[in-house]
């Protein structure tokens, strides 16, 4: 019987290219991110987006914004695999 390799595998499921397995990866994070209630520490009550503390620094910025964990884990996915 032959062996089966990890490309091989990959590439059948369809997630031969870093930028198909960055989008897996960042997809997966981000729905179990908004599972866990993530993105609620991003908004105000009144439902309005708080600025992103790195870009915009304020009394209500937050270092919580529900897509930079996403963006971060495909990112990380991309480069590493």
């Known amino acids: 019987m032959e062996e089966i390799t990890t490309p091989e595998v990959l590439s059948?499921?369809?997630l031969a290219s870093p930028y198909s397995r960055a989008f897996?990866?960042?997809t997966g994070v981000g729905?179990?991110?908004y599972g866990m209630g993530f993105p609620g520490q991003s908004f105000t009550e009144d439902g309005e987006m708080k600025p992103f503390a790195l870009l915009n620094?304020?009394?209500h910025?937050?270092?919580?914004?529900?897509l930079?964990?996403?963006i971060?884990?495909?990112?990380?996915?991309f480069v590493f695999t």
């Open 12 to 14: 059948h499921v369809g």
């Open 68 to 70: 930079a964990l996403p």
């Open 72 to 77: 971060a884990a495909g990112a990380f996915a």
């Open 24 to 26: 897996v990866v960042a």
């Open 61 to 66: 910025a937050t270092y919580a914004h529900f």
């Open 57 to 59: 620094p304020g009394p």
């Open 31 to 33: 729905v179990l991110a």
